[in-house]
């Protein structure tokens, strides 16, 4: 094997880790990831799963890594090309419910989950969580301002409420979905986010 046919293998096994691991730690939380189930569920060695990563916290930052590199392709990628301000947050919120929706992840949302997982927690992994969530409201919160900016949202809006409330009706929707198997939760969150928002 070339060493360039030998880095690109490299990194579709390291890229199949990841997935495999994104996909249970969505329903299981990152502390369900093991060396050894990892290993027999992708047919490799402890070894060579671990050789990728090093340690398990190590493999948890980058389930997290691509995580919200999943997330960023299915929500606020797809809606790029929207203009800014009330009609980009709307359609923000209408991908963010369409992901939920999709069960893109078998456990639903990979961050409610490692939320609930590590709030009560200090170390890397609750800090890299607590990030990703800290860099997603700020982008609403841009969207946001700048809907107010345009006469779209009332010049008195709280960002910090209206952030507060859009996350809400998404942990409910992510609930509802997950623990209750509603099959009404997307269209009672696109209500909710209708009232907030306006078509």
């Not at 490799?44 to 916290?57: D, I, N, Q, R, Y």
């Not at 980058?62 to 995580?67: E, I, K, P, R, S």
């Not at 929500?75 to 790029?80: A, G, K, L």
Request: aromatic fraction near 6%; charged fraction near 25%; hydrophobic fraction near 40%.
């Amino acid at each position: 094997m070339s060493p360039r046919n030998s880095v690109l293998e490299t990194r579709r096994t390291r890229q199949r880790i990841l997935d495999r691991s994104m996909a249970i730690a969505s329903v299981e939380g990152l502390q369900g990831l093991t060396i050894g189930r990892l290993a027999t569920e992708l047919g490799m060695s402890k070894a060579g799963v671990l050789g990728h990563f090093g340690t398990k916290e190590s493999l948890q930052l980058a389930v997290v890594d691509t995580a919200s590199e999943l997330f960023a392709r299915e929500v606020p990628q797809r809606v790029r090309d929207v203009p800014p301000g009330l009609p980009q947050l709307r359609a923000v919120c209408e991908a963010w419910v369409s992901y939920l929706e999709r069960d893109v992840l078998p456990g639903g949302c990979f961050f409610t989950a490692a939320a609930t997982e590590f709030d009560g927690r200090d170390g890397p992994v609750r800090d890299a969580v607590a990030g990703m969530n800290a860099l997603w409201q700020r982008d609403l919160r841009r969207h946001v301002r700048r809907a107010i900016g345009a006469g779209d949202l009332p010049a008195d809006t709280d960002p910090d409420q209206l952030i507060y409330e859009l996350v809400g009706i998404m942990l409910a929707l992510n609930h509802f979905l997950q623990l209750q198997h509603d099959p009404l939760a997307p269209s009672r969150a696109r209500r909710a986010l209708h009232r907030l928002l306006g078509t």
